[in-house]
């Protein structure tokens, strides 16, 4: 074990200044809402208090409480004013009635929650502008006004599942993201990540969430990991194997609910011929191979990855993939280094509304040569959801602390639907390992490799191919 105490990660939002702090806020809030009146106004009001599945609340549901909880936590909390409507304030807890409930509500309607977060709104952009980011925690580097604007990205997220969920014409269009680059063909199939201590989780990201806290040592035996995430022509070949069939590939868990829930192919994919066909945003489209596969369970990509004789990555391999760069010792916030999310580096914030094909994204690789581990498909771990040693929780139990458990595993990575303020190589998700209509899917990895600081350890490269693969 190489135990070289990392250095921690440079404070991008603390270093310029307090009117750059004040401006990176206001650019990311109109951010969210110009996102936020996109997914609103594109259906009609019949769509937008209706409830598309009971997994999603209605859309308005989602628009007020975005709203709900920037008054809440930047007007009341950070303003100190008075509550503005505090009748409404339980419709919009969401500890208080479970998504399959809030139809039943007596939910503002359309017209009135969009006025209301348009007030609300206004008197936060007036409260921004003489702000001090010091003082009360809340306020130091402006977390709160960052986790409000995370917050809003993540119901867009919500939402934009919400879209796909529902039925009838498409109401959203994006252009397709570009081909693969040229050299996407010839990437290894895997890489090698070499093992010893690595940094996880950040005690400096300023607008990081309690989860992700603090900055601890892991060590981390030498792995090789997938270059990309799974394709879906990779998937196909695991139904067209017998994958669904054969209780081998499935924990015992997992095959109960595939024989319950008659899994047969990811969430969205129909048969057509001898093909795949899928329903993506109101449009039914061949399967497009290169993709990668999204719509698929834990227990589906966990019954994949054995099938294909390897396993899913745990959460810390994940993230030393992600984060570690063997040349300084150090952590990065991102693979490509500590600057933020760039278009040409990651597949971020509904651009395009669908993921690159596997191998894009040269500039977003990590050291160890892994792409697209930021952006395109949030990508299922092996670990359960838990606290990291020292964790405490912040600002309130109900972010993480109450959801932590074996009940849930976490995701990594983000999706094409999450902004970049929502995204981080240190953020983690968390979900059932049945659920299957979040933008989920997942890369596979493997024991082994060089001993910890032997010659050519970190090196890309070797492959290793999957059941008929090659
Ligand atoms: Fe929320």
């Not at 950070?78 to 409404?88: A, F, L, Q, S």
């Not at 919500?158 to 959203?172: D, K, N």
């Not at 590939?249 to 095959?255: H, K």
Request: charged share 25%; glycine share 10%.
């Amino acid at each position: 074990m190489t135990a070289t105490p990392a250095p921690p990660a440079p404070r991008p939002l603390a270093g310029g200044g307090v009117e750059e702090l004040r401006e990176v806020i206001a650019r990311n809030l109109l951010t969210a809402r110009e996102r936020t009146r996109l997914l609103t106004e594109s259906v009609d009001d019949t769509d937008l208090v209706r409830q598309h599945s009971p997994l999603m609340s209605p859309l308005v549901w989602d628009l007020a409480h975005i709203a709900n909880q920037e008054e809440l936590w930047l007007l009341r909390n950070v303003g100190g004013r008075e509550p503005m409507h505090p009748e409404i304030d339980p419709l919009y807890d969401a500890f208080e009635h479970p998504r399959a409930e809030r139809p039943t509500l007596p939910l503002l309607p359309p017209a009135e929650a969009r006025a209301y977060a348009h007030e609300v709104r206004g008197r936060v952009m007036d409260l921004l502008e003489s702000a001090r980011f010091s003082g009360a925690p809340l306020l130091a580097d402006g977390f709160a006004y960052g986790m409000v604007a995370q917050h809003e990205q993540q119901h867009d997220e919500t939402m934009l599942i919400t879209h796909q969920l529902r039925r009838g014409t498409a109401a959203l269009t994006a252009a397709p993201p570009g081909p693969p680059p040229p050299d996407a063909l010839r990437q290894p199939r895997e890489v090698l990540v070499a093992g010893g201590v690595f940094t996880m989780g950040t005690s400096t990201e300023p607008w990081s969430l309690d989860n992700e806290r603090p900055a601890h040592q892991v060590v981390v035996p030498s792995f090789y990991l997938d270059a990309a995430p799974v394709s879906n022509a990779a998937y196909q070949e695991f139904i067209a194997a017998g994958g669904y069939d054969d209780p081998r590939w499935w924990t015992r868990q997992g095959w109960d609910h595939r024989q319950r829930a008659g899994l047969t192919a990811p969430l969205y994919w129909r048969r057509e011929g001898t093909g795949w066909i899928r329903d993506r945003f109101g449009v039914t489209e061949p399967v497009p191979p290169a993709e990668p596969v999204m719509h698929v369970s834990w227990f589906e990509a966990d019954a994949y990855a054995r099938w294909a004789g390897r396993r899913l990555p745990t959460e810390a391999e994940w993230e030393k993939a992600a984060r570690f760069d063997p040349a300084t010792g150090r952590s990065r916030r991102f693979p490509w280094g500590d600057e933020d999310p760039s278009a040409d580096r990651a597949n971020l914030g509904q651009q395009y509304l669908q993921p690159a094909p596997v191998g894009s994204y040269p500039e977003g690789a990590a050291p160890c040569g892994a792409r697209q581990l930021i952006g395109d498909v949030w990508e299922w771990t092996s670990s359960d959801f838990l606290p990291y040693p020292g964790f405490r929780a912040w600002p309130y139990r109900e972010y993480s602390e109450v959801f932590f458990g074996p009940q849930y595993k976490v995701m990594r990575g983000g999706s094409f639907a999450v902004a970049p303020v929502a995204c981080r190589g240190t953020f983690r998700n968390w979900d059932y390992p049945i659920r299957r209509q979040i933008f989920a899917g997942f890369r596979t990895a493997r024991d082994g490799g060089l001993e910890d600081g032997a010659p050519g350890a970190g090196a890309a490269g070797a492959t290793m191919g999957r059941p008929g693969e090659e």
